[in-house]
């Protein structure tokens, strides 16, 4: 598990001072400052180094991607995949699957960016206010950098009460939106925003069904959610 937070600034100044945190265990936050982005973050993952930091790059990855090199599959993400990752930094983020989101920072460059998986199951927090853009992979962490006078979002909390999360990109802040499922945000020095969803579900015809159909196809999808959710085995068991 790799926790990560920070802020870019974009109008001239340095960026504020980032809270100070407890250590996780034996791990200890790492405080990065680029120019106007500065970043924190803690890795204590147990298994594997989910993190990456040299001269020219910080890049770190809460969860589990995993890719395919030589036929194989290689679940150390960072480590088996770094060098690829450097080079066509978008292109490896496409070749993942798994539950995973994660931040890059091109020191060099100034350049940050912010992905999420396919599903969006981990998550990536925005802020966007007034010459600065906030971000996390927890909210709690976001909620600590808004200003007090940020306010809730009220149909936010509705949802969430009703459906158990909020819809969209919402969150039950009115200043922090959700990074898209499948998503790499580009944050360049200027301040400038570009995003490319890296992955999309893909429309299909409409399929002519009867009652009958409609209610068996529906019997079997239940019974295999169901059979997922208490097969611990399963990668997705944990929802």
Not at 9 to 19: F, I, K, M, V
Not at 199 to 218: K, N, R, Y
Request: proline share 4%.
């Amino acid at each position: 598990m790799l926790i990560f937070f920070g802020e870019l600034r974009l109008t001239e100044g340095s960026p504020d001072r980032l809270p100070t945190l407890e250590p996780v265990g034996t791990s200890v936050w790492k405080h990065i400052t680029s120019k106007n982005i500065a970043l924190k973050f803690c890795d204590f993952s147990p298994r594997h180094d989910k993190s990456l930091l040299n001269e020219r790059y910080v890049a770190g990855i809460s969860g589990d991607p995993v890719i395919k090199q030589n036929g194989k599959i290689n679940i150390n993400f960072l480590c088996t995949a770094s060098e690829e990752l450097m080079q066509d930094r978008t292109q490896c983020i496409k070749m993942a699957n798994g539950v995973f989101c994660g931040f890059l920072l091109d020191r060099v460059h100034n350049r940050l960016k912010l992905f999420t998986d396919y599903l969006g199951l981990r998550k990536v927090f925005i802020a966007k206010l007034n010459g600065r853009i906030l971000f996390a992979n927890t909210q709690w962490l976001i909620e600590k950098l808004l200003p007090n006078e940020s306010e809730f979002d009220e149909q936010s909390i509705i949802e969430m009460g009703v459906l158990g999360y909020a819809l969209g990109n919402r969150t039950r802040r009115k200043q922090v939106e959700l990074l898209a499922p499948g998503t790499v945000l580009t944050i360049d020095k200027s301040g400038t925003l570009s995003s490319e969803q890296i992955h999309s579900l893909v429309a299909t015809q409409p399929i002519a069904l009867t009652e009958d159909d409609a209610v068996e196809a529906l019997h079997s999808a239940w019974n295999m959610a169901v059979s997922d959710r208490i097969d611990h085995q399963h990668p997705l068991a944990f929802l």
